[in-house]
Structures are given as structure tokens and as C-alpha cells.
């Protein structure tokens, strides 16, 4: 099927002088609300050109971006689907779109116009929300293009993001306190004398974050009333009974309906058992357990979703969606397989290689309305998979993209460096 395409080439637009004191504005009030606070740290000498790299948690982290750098010019790389219905207004404030987890050279050339108009270059190198308000993975490319951009480099890392609006469910908790630091991490000349290895090293070290820790050892009370619903999203598999795809929530509780064990999330981001032993009190240790448990499946061989049925949407340009068809999609040790026909009997399919995908990008109840799914990009399309009528986690599958990556990259003799994939 052939649709308008988005232009990926068009170059970045300077934020247009009046829409820079508009954008403060429009930030201005969550960060007052949230009475963020912002320490820098060796930041005295940073001035644009830069590279500011930030991690992601929420929404809340472009308004804290914006204020940090107000009234200086900056581009942001943002996903494809942002700009969808504005891609105009999106452009005259700087945005550059990107389809996720793509070798996109295009975007490249487009950081180096950047820093050659003498402005600051946003990137979300995470590229995507976090699920549990932890570090993702991280591109081993990133030190590449440290280096290849040749400007100053600061980290941005945001805390209270996450336990304010979780991915899992992004209700305002109302949280005060939330805190930023700007740190600078490379002058140019760092980056000329450093190794791509000793950069992501330092940039990973960097990028350690611990949104629930962060909220326990700042004592901060969360009283929502349904803080626990959604989280049963990224906690799909009961760390009781070990069975998955049972796990609900609602309310303060999670719960397994297979064997009925119940948890409560404290007004600390905790989880407490209502009977018998608190496996994981910490959020994260319960997925990280879950990782585990899917790296076993890909190292014994035994990873696979099966063929399940799913409904596809394109999204080749800002306007729409576009409703592709039904198919099916399989992921397993050779990566995704996604197949089907259009309404006019068309066939369509997407084949992503282990090797061709470090990480993935899931939603959970896109829209409020659509369900779970699967995203998956090639430097022309972006297709939304949902799966129906069969029991699965899209964030297994994330996981499991990541341990099938990592687990490549060991056949093939490549070393692993902690936090890059």
C-alpha cells in the first residue's frame, strides 16, 4: 500500500523566537506544582552548542528540559507518533522525528546541523518511557555519536517522575519534590581523548536511577487511591505461584488469580504481601526478576509467543493512523514475524531480526482505548501490532527482545558492556 511518507530529511527549524517565552510558559506550571528543584553539578562552563542527554520517565521530563534551558535554542529528537496532528507547531519549536530503535543516519546529519546553528541537541537516548521507573537499556552507538557530534555533553536525570505518573498508569499523582540534576559529563577535547568504550561507560554510570527508591529514601507519601491499578502491566507474572498472565490490580492491590495471592502498594511505592511472605517489596527487584526468568527462556532455547492473532495500524506519516489489517505475529528466537492482509486482500508483513533490534517499544492501553501492543519501525513505517484473543505481555516481549539482543551478541564473541545493548 503506498501512503505519503513523513519527510525525515526536511531540516530542523530554530525554535521561532515567540514560541520560546510560550513554551516556558506552558511548563512553568508543573514545575511549580511539582516545586521541582534543580541542582547542576560542574555546569559553569556549559554553554550551547551542546549535546544534553536525559532520561525519560514521563511528560514531565520536556518541561523540566525546557526550563533548564530556556531561553537558549534547542531541538528535541521525539518519536513519530508526538508529532501526529501537529506536526507543524512540533517543527517550530525544534522537534526532529525519529522512528524508534532505527539506524537512522538521516538523524545524525540532523544533530550535526544542530550543533552547527549553535544550539542544544535533546536526545532521549532510553527511547522510551521507563516501565518501573529504572535505567533502560542504553545504545552502545551512543558514544559514537558523542564523539562524532564534537560539542560539550551534559546528562539531565529527572527523579519523582515516574512515581508521579507511572507508565503503567498515568494519572498526576500530585507529587512535590521532584528533583533534576544537570550534570556535565565531556568538553570536546574529553571526547576526543576518551574511547566510545570509556564514554557509554560513563554515560551509563550516569544514567543510574531508582524512581521508588528514590521515593523511599525522600519519604514521600503517595495517597491515590488506585496507585496500584496498571501495575500488573509490568508485574505480569506472579512471583508466588510463578504462573503469568494471571496478575490484575485495582485499587491498592495486586493480585494473582491463580492462586489468589494479594499485595498492597503503601503510600511508599512499596509492596507489602496481605498474607505469607513479601517476595519483593522493592517494585523493580520483582521485574527484574521477571527478566531472569525470560533470559532462562532464551538461553534453553524455549522463548516463543506462539502465532497470535493481531489487528495492525500504520503509521507512515503525522496525520493518522491508518488501519492495515489482520494477521498474525510471532516472537521467538529469530525476532518478530508479523503477517496479514488488508481488507482488500493484500498481503503485508514485517520481519525484525534479533540482530536488527536491541530493544523494543510497547504501550500499554494506547489511547486510553486501544489495548496493549507492540511497535515496530523501519525508516519509512511505524506499525502498531495488537495482539487479541490470547494471553500475553508486552512486556515480556520487551524484555525478551533485549535478552534475545544481548544473547546474540555473546554467540557472536562480542563483549557485553553493563547497561548497552
Not at 49 to 64: G, I, Q
Not at 133 to 152: F, R
Not at 249 to 268: I, P, Q, R, V, Y
Amino acid at each position: 500500500m503506498e501512503f505519503e511518507r513523513f519527510d525525515m530529511k526536511k531540516p530542523p527549524v530554530r525554535t521561532k523566537w515567540y514560541l520560546k517565552p510560550l513554551t516556558m510558559l506552558l511548563s512553568a506550571p508543573d514545575n511549580i506544582a511539582h516545586k521541582n528543584k534543580l541542582t547542576k553539578i560542574g555546569c559553569d562552563d556549559l554553554k550551547p552548542p551542546y549535546v544534553l542527554l536525559c532520561n525519560h520517565n514521563a511528560f514531565m521530563d520536556f518541561k523540566v528540559a525546557t526550563k533548564i534551558i530556556y531561553p537558549n535554542c534547542a531541538n528535541y529528537v521525539v518519536a513519530i507518533d508526538g508529532f501526529i496532528g501537529r506536526e507543524n507547531l512540533l517543527r517550530s519549536v525544534g522537534c526532529i522525528c525519529k522512528r524508534k530503535f532505527t539506524n537512522d543516519v538521516t538523524l545524525v546529519r540532523q544533530l550535526k546541523r544542530v550543533i552547527k546553528n549553535g544550539d542544544i541537541a535533546v536526545i532521549y537516548p532510553e527511547a522510551r518511557y521507563s516501565l518501573c521507573g529504572t535505567t533502560a537499556i542504553l545504545p552502545e552507538s551512543l558514544g559514537k555519536l558523542c564523539k562524532l557530534l564534537g560539542a560539550p555533553v551534559a546528562t539531565l536525570i529527572c527523579h519523582g517522575h515516574h512515581v508521579n505518573s507511572p507508565f503503567w498508569n498515568t494519572r498526576n499523582r500530585g507529587v512535590k519534590g521532584t528533583q533534576a540534576e544537570l550534570s556535565y559529563q565531556f568538553s570536546p577535547e574529553e571526547l576526543k581523548e576518551r574511547s566510545v568504550d570509556e564514554i557509554n561507560a560513563q554515560l551509563v554510570k550516569a544514567f543510574q536511577y531508582d524512581d521508588f527508591r528514590w521515593q523511599k529514601d525522600n519519604n514521600i507519601r503517595i495517597t491515590y487511591p488506585k496507585r496500584a491499578e496498571g501495575l500488573h502491566k509490568v508485574l505480569y507474572q506472579c512471583a508466588h505461584c510463578k504462573t503469568e498472565y494471571q496478575m490484575t490490580s485495582e485499587g491498592t492491590k495486586l493480585k494473582c488469580n491463580a492462586c489468589d495471592k494479594t499485595w498492597a502498594m503503601t503510600e511508599f511505592g512499596e509492596l507489602s504481601a496481605d498474607s505469607g511472605d513479601t517476595e519483593f517489596s522493592h517494585i523493580p527487584d520483582w521485574y527484574e526478576w521477571e527478566r531472569e526468568n525470560v533470559r532462562r527462556e532464551v538461553e534453553n532455547g524455549t522463548y516463543s509467543t506462539g502465532e497470535m492473532p493481531v489487528t495492525v495500524d500504520s503509521l507512515p506519516n503525522a496525520k493518522r493512523f491508518i488501519k492495515l489489517g489482520s494477521g498474525t505475529m510471532v516472537h521467538d528466537r529469530n525476532g518478530f514475524h508479523v503477517r496479514g492482509k488488508t481488507a482488500d486482500g493484500k498481503v503485508f508483513r514485517m520481519e525484525k531480526s534479533v540482530p536488527s533490534l536491541y530493544s523494543c517499544h510497547i504501550e500499554y492501553e494506547y489511547l486510553g482505548k486501544h489495548g496493549d501492543c507492540v511497535d515496530l519501525n523501519t525508516l519509512e513505517d511505524t506499525w502498531y501490532i495488537y495482539p487479541h484473543d490470547c494471553e500475553f505481555s508486552v512486556t515480556k516481549m520487551a524484555l525478551a527482545t533485549e535478552e534475545l539482543y544481548l544473547q546474540h551478541k555473546r554467540n557472536t564473541g562480542r563483549e557485553i558492556k553493563p547497561g548497552l545493548a
